[in-house]
């Protein structure tokens, strides 16, 4: 996508060289025919708000588009805002779930975040909305 393609569809991200965390993620008007949208991810970094040790975690984003499709570089940088943060698995499900529900409105969205063992302990916490 161009940048001024990109312009008109309200991406600011995509065609840019960021080099930082966002804390949204951006849409664009979602194709005729598009029923069904996965992103998945090894790579989600975040903090246990007790130890502060790092939590590595699996992510499986699946949405039903309604009128808009999430960007994916802007995804990437809004996951990678996480890396830093307090918080615990099943928050962080609920919490991208609330954005991408929010900024894409979508028919449905189903969030499974799979916080790698620590401990010996797999942690896997889902957050759908309707």
């Given at each position: 996508?161009s940048?001024?393609?990109?312009?008109?569809h309200n991406?600011t991200?995509?065609?840019?060289?960021?080099?930082?965390?966002?804390?949204?993620?951006?849409?664009?008007?979602?194709?005729?025919?598009?029923?069904?949208?996965?992103?998945?991810?090894?790579?989600?970094?975040?903090?246990?708000?007790v130890?502060?040790?790092?939590?590595?975690?699996s992510?499986l984003?699946?949405?039903?588009?309604?009128?808009h499709?999430?960007e994916s570089k802007?995804?990437?940088l809004?996951?990678?805002?996480?890396r830093?943060?307090?918080?615990?698995?099943?928050?962080?499900?609920?919490?991208?779930?609330?954005?991408?529900w929010r900024?894409?409105?979508?028919?449905r969205?189903?969030?499974?975040?799979?916080?790698?063992?620590?401990?010996g302990?797999?942690?896997?916490?889902?957050s759908?909305?309707p």
């Amino acid at each position: 996508m161009s940048a001024a393609a990109a312009d008109d569809h309200n991406l600011t991200v995509l065609g840019s060289t960021v080099r930082h965390a966002i804390d949204h993620v951006e849409c664009f008007p979602a194709p005729d025919g598009c029923t069904a949208v996965r992103f998945s991810t090894d790579e989600v970094m975040s903090m246990c708000p007790v130890t502060d040790q790092p939590d590595i975690s699996s992510l499986l984003i699946e949405y039903e588009p309604n009128e808009h499709c999430i960007e994916s570089k802007s995804l990437k940088l809004y996951l990678w805002s996480f890396r830093d943060r307090a918080v615990f698995a099943e928050a962080l499900a609920a919490e991208i779930a609330d954005e991408v529900w929010r900024t894409a409105a979508p028919l449905r969205v189903r969030v499974v975040l799979r916080q790698h063992p620590r401990g010996g302990i797999t942690i896997e916490a889902t957050s759908e909305r309707p």
